[in-house]
């Protein structure tokens, strides 16, 4: 491993373990709690996009397809590089402030990482309006797997590169198709597809189906 990456790695460690440990608790936190912040999100995006038009409700639907997709390249990708964690490797670093894990759960790219920047960049695609929370969310969550000791600085950022590389990518490909399933459900006679798809725009707005009382009136 580099030199300057390791270095960097003991100094952001050395970092985290002099700061309060009231911070030093809140990282240990975040490192997991952003992962249900997201997940969250995911759910009121979808039941937003509910009531609106077609395209945009597929886009809500792929955001968490296309953060599982991201994760699963991820161990995809781990699996075939084998790189230690530097909470085992890296010489003379201080000790993690959580526990190191075991060896054979591999540490390139970071699998938060991934998750969180997939995450982030399909709810900014789903809801622009969010994206001033998700995309610091995501850079906080794969700081703090740094913070913590069990990942490279490296680790981060190809986590955030193949997790933005597979949202934007599944969301391009997978936005027209999803686009026309949305539309056949909203219009099918399954109740659950219909609820699921949500009424549209034309639903949401539909209260007054029936004509107005002496709108036929001459």
Request: hydrophobic share 50%.
């Amino acid at each position: 491993m580099g030199t300057i990456d390791s270095d960097l790695y003991r100094d952001i460690l050395q970092f985290g373990h002099d700061t309060p440990s009231w911070f030093q608790h809140l990282m240990e936190v975040w490192t997991e709690l952003g992962l249900l912040v997201f997940a969250v999100l995911f759910v009121v995006a979808w039941w937003r996009a509910r009531r609106g038009d077609p395209r945009a409700f597929a886009v809500a639907v792929l955001a968490p397809l296309a953060t599982a997709v991201a994760y699963v390249c991820s161990e995809l990708v781990k699996s075939g590089i084998d790189e230690d964690r530097p909470c085992r490797a890296v010489s003379g670093a201080m000790a993690p402030l959580i526990d190191c894990p075991a060896y054979g759960d591999w540490s390139f790219p970071s699998n938060h990482s991934t998750i969180a920047a997939a995450a982030a960049v399909g709810l900014a695609l789903a809801w622009p309006k969010i994206g001033w929370l998700t995309i610091p969310m995501a850079f906080l969550m794969g700081f703090s797997r740094v913070f913590v000791g069990v990942h490279y600085p490296h680790d981060v950022l190809a986590g955030f590169a193949l997790g933005t590389l597979v949202a934007f990518l599944v969301v391009r490909l997978c936005t027209r198709p999803g686009t026309r399933l949305t539309e056949t459900m909203r219009g099918s006679g399954n109740g659950l597809a219909r609820w699921f798809a949500g009424p549209g725009p034309a639903g949401a707005g539909a209260s007054g189906g029936a004509p107005r009382r002496g709108a036929h009136r001459r």
